[in-house]
């Protein structure tokens, strides 16, 4: 089996504009995103995909494979989708996506994902992590919840589970999951989430996730031990990435 990661970076956003060439530690956003993914070994090939000749340029002279894609794509997968189907990528037999705003992501959501794909359990795979205390009322923070074969039953910002009785919280430790935005799919399954419409779920929630879901296609959801930091969404999140690039810095000298 072979793999591909691709890694999705629009320059159109609006809580954080031209956040792929915002700078992390000195470098751009999506170099640090790239430079984390492709480190990790776990694919055969990794690529960023961008709406931007002005990002694709600055990705390349960095040293990244680049793409330039459409500017229409309603969701990352969308974009990694035109990627997975040219023709220098279709041998490719698992397709990573890393959002290119993660810069913090473990490597082992990465390899639990696409592992779920690669040995056959299942033909979508992400990752989540047990939650904090106080997740379930943080609606940035996207929740999972689990079918005990490991199957997302689905994902909301919404707290799920919700707890009724108070007398029961001891049982939330076990169940409530933080989700992981990293996904990987089978080439067949890939092609069938964006041959879909966009789901209402998907819009209302405004998770990508579940479109696929909705139509019944399994994603599982493979374990981490903690939640990384948070993606980089708003100018406030990249004050507090470049603290912790500075600290993690001067943890290693």
């Not at 320059?11 to 000195?26: D, F, H, N």
């Not at 680049?66 to 500017?71: D, E, F």
Request: charged share 25%; net charge negative; proline share 7%.
């Amino acid at each position: 089996m072979t793999t591909l990661a691709v890694i999705p970076a629009r320059l159109g956003a609006t809580r954080l504009p031209r956040k792929p060439l915002r700078l992390l530690g000195g470098l751009p956003l999506v170099v640090r995103v790239w430079e984390r993914v492709a480190g990790m070994k776990v694919a055969d090939r990794c690529v960023v995909a961008t709406d931007s000749e002005e990002v694709a340029e600055v990705a390349r002279r960095a040293g990244a494979e680049c793409v330039t894609t459409s500017a229409a794509h309603p969701s990352g997968t969308d974009r990694v989708a035109e990627v997975a189907e040219r023709a220098e990528y279709r041998g490719y037999d698992t397709i990573i996506n890393v959002q290119g705003d993660e810069p913090f992501v473990a490597p082992a959501a990465v390899s639990g994902a696409a592992d779920l794909v690669a040995g056959g359990h299942f033909p979508l795979g992400t990752a989540a992590a047990p939650a904090g205390d106080g997740v379930l009322g943080r609606p940035h923070v996207v929740k999972v919840v689990r079918a005990d074969d490991g199957r997302a039953l689905y994902f909301s910002r919404a707290g799920i589970p919700f707890l009724r009785e108070s007398a029961d919280a001891p049982l939330l430790a076990g169940v409530v999951r933080q989700h992981i935005g990293v996904y990987a799919y089978s080439r067949a399954a890939l092609a069938r989430w964006v041959a879909l419409p966009q789901h209402p779920l998907e819009q209302i929630e405004r998770l990508e996730q579940l479109r696929p879901l909705a139509a019944g296609i399994a994603m599982g959801v493979a374990d981490v031990a903690e939640a990384p930091e948070p993606g980089i969404d708003t100018e406030d999140d990249l004050i507090r990435a470049n603290a912790q690039w500075t600290n993690h810095i001067a943890g290693r000298s």
